[in-house]
């Protein structure tokens, strides 16, 4: 058996806020230089994936921390984490080898700081607590 003794690093805190700005501040422009608003829905729907797994992460981090993992727990981790690697490290492969060279083809270097000033602020707003 493992034992968790350090806490697991805190997902949401980055991967999701990340995927809020996306869609906040680069899909919709991106759609707008493809012509398709739609074009964006299948990077979407990984950032629906990667937030259940990032949920389940949380969700199995919270019964393991400080105690033994049996067989069944450890797979379960094994399992979310090779999961969200695998549709992270796909989904950021799309964005640099698909709309990275169309925002570069097609956006002024202003307009290119505008959207990833956009996306930071964005990024910012959903790390933010509400109240």
Avoid at 15 to 28: G, S, T
Avoid at 45 to 50: I, K, L, P, S, T
Avoid at 86 to 98: D, L, N, W
Wanted: charged share 25%.
């Amino acid at each position: 058996m493992v034992t968790l003794t350090q806490p697991l690093r805190d997902e949401h805190k980055e991967l999701l806020p990340h995927a809020q700005a996306e869609e906040r501040a680069l899909y919709p422009v991106v759609g707008r230089l493809m012509g398709a608003p739609e074009a964006t829905a299948t990077m979407s729907r990984d950032h629906v994936e990667v937030g259940q797994l990032t949920q389940e992460l949380g969700s199995l981090r919270s019964h393991l921390v400080g105690t033994s993992m049996s067989a069944s727990q450890e797979q379960a981790l094994r399992r979310v984490l090779y999961g969200l690697s695998a549709v992270v490290k796909v989904h950021f492969a799309k964005e640099a080898e698909i709309y990275l060279p169309i925002l570069d083809a097609r956006l002024t270097a202003d307009e290119a700081h505008q959207v990833f000033e956009a996306m930071e602020r964005a990024a910012q707003e959903a790390r933010s607590p509400v109240g």
